[in-house]
């Protein structure tokens, strides 16, 4: 556990640190004065090994961090776009189908793009969209209603 919060933790800042425009700018003036002291080491192998060597490592290691930090905020999105579909008018098969295969997602999308061609009359929309937001209106008042009656007890 103390691993994996330690790399969460490194994998946030290094991503962060990295998407700052001060890192860019830090990169460009590594890559100038490499270019400059090209004349200074003769334009020798080694001089070409050592930016060949620094960025390899570089972008090896970035990989790791970046997918970390993606992959962390794929698995947050998912969550709160679950608790949405949970707690709203729409339809709770769609939790969870990010575990499909592509082939089974391609035909989820395939078929929600034939439902909305079909439901494109602009009456069907507004009415829909009606009844979704009475709903959840009713819903949110019950809610409330409920956690008043809590706080009282």
């Known amino acids: 556990m103390w691993l994996s919060r330690t790399f969460t933790d490194l994998a946030a800042t290094v991503a962060h640190a990295a998407g700052r425009p001060l890192a860019f700018i830090i990169s460009v003036a590594l890559i100038l004065i490499w270019a400059l002291t090209g004349p200074l080491f003769g334009f020798s192998d080694t001089w070409q090994l050592v930016i060949n060597t620094g960025t390899t490592i570089v972008t090896f290691l970035m990989v790791f961090l970046i997918q970390n930090t993606q992959n962390r905020d794929g698995v947050a999105i998912q969550a709160k776009l679950d608790e949405l579909i949970r707690t709203s008018a729409a339809q709770n098969v769609y939790i969870g189908i990010e575990r499909l295969t592509e082939e089974e997602l391609d035909e989820i999308r395939r078929k929600c793009e034939e439902r909305a061609k079909a439901g494109t009359d602009r009456d069907v929309l507004m009415e829909r969209a009606a009844r979704a937001a009475a709903e959840a209106e009713r819903t949110a008042n019950r809610k409330?209603?409920?956690?008043?009656?809590?706080?009282?007890?």
């Open 144 to 153: 409330a209603a409920e956690a008043a009656d809590r706080a009282v007890s």
